[in-house]
């Protein structure tokens, strides 16, 4: 197909006006964001806004320097304080004193507590770590820090006193209370296990210590009583009460429509 020159003129100038128009446009536009992102910070690539430069942290809008206090490192974030203490010490007031560790103690990460821990068997006191003393009949615990009593055994302030086990009940492997529980059908009642009178009418609860009326039946003076269900009702959601049909209503002990 031939073209003229007057249009293929016309088509090479809107060409040129257009790439013009992009360039500047995208010119622009990096200025803009270049404008918005303050000194010592760098735009995301993946969303809008920006992050300050590594040894840097954002304050009111702009970067700051961070200031490490001696024997500190940088952090990778660029918020908050912006730096830790190096292995081996700990902060205070915004400084990084060197952890001292005691005898029988060894050293744990230094960014947050004193930096050390008490070997097994021994406990802190007054910042250095001391053995535990275990009385007879007892053991360490779970943390190595303390001590509980053996089976049989309650604690009774610094020492381990043999449980007396009643009739009818068996040890738990609580290492605090009494130390023991009363069996099933029994209930606890001047350290003894006296055994739960069921009444007609009545079950054992779950819980092995208290009895519940059957449903359809009322508790009354530790006896269970059978309900007196009223015309146009049915026994209630607990079983020991009635309610009334719809559409009546309780009144007294009768079912009345409204």
């Known amino acids: 197909m031939n073209i003229s020159p007057e249009v293929r003129g016309f088509v090479c100038a809107l060409a040129f006006l257009l790439m013009s128009s992009l360039i500047f446009t995208g ?3 990096a200025q803009t964001i270049s404008a918005k992102v303050p000194e010592n910070a760098r735009a995301r690539s993946y969303s809008d806004g920006w992050d300050c430069n590594h040894g840097f942290k ?3 809008g702009s970067c700051i320097e961070i200031v ?16 830790e203490c190096s292995e081996g010490f700990r902060e205070e007031k915004e400084t990084c004193i060197k952890v001292k560790v005691p005898p029988k103690a060894y ?49 009774a ?3 381990c006193v043999e449980i007396t086990l009643p009739a009818n009940a068996y040890l738990t492997n609580a290492s605090y ?37 059957d449903r359809g039946y009322r ?33 007294r002990d009768e079912c009345v429509l409204p």
Do not use: M
Request: aromatic share 12%.
């Open 157 to 159: 302030e610094s020492n």
């Open 68 to 83: 490490l206090p001696q024997n500190a490192i940088l952090t990778s974030s660029s918020y908050g304080r912006g730096w």
């Open 107 to 155: 050293a744990t990460e230094t960014f947050y507590g004193r930096g050390w821990e008490c070997n097994w068997g021994h406990h802190i006191l007054n910042d250095e770590c001391v053995a535990v003393n275990v009385p007879p009949n007892a053991h360490l615990d779970s943390s190595g820090s303390d001590w509980e009593c053996n089976r049989r055994y309650k604690k």
């Open 177 to 213: 209370g009494s130390g023991w529980e009363c069996s099933r059908g029994y209930r606890a009642e001047d350290e003894k296990c006296t055994k739960v009178i069921v009444p007609p009418n009545a079950y054992l609860e779950a819980s092995g210590d208290s009895w519940q009326c």
């Open 58 to 60: 954002e304050k009111d």
């Open 27 to 29: 010119v622009s536009f």
């Open 219 to 251: 508790e009354s003076d530790g006896k269970c009583l059978i309900l007196k269900i009223p015309e146009n009702a049915h026994i209630g959601y607990f079983g020991n009460d009635w309610d009334c049909n719809k559409p009546y209503q309780k009144r």
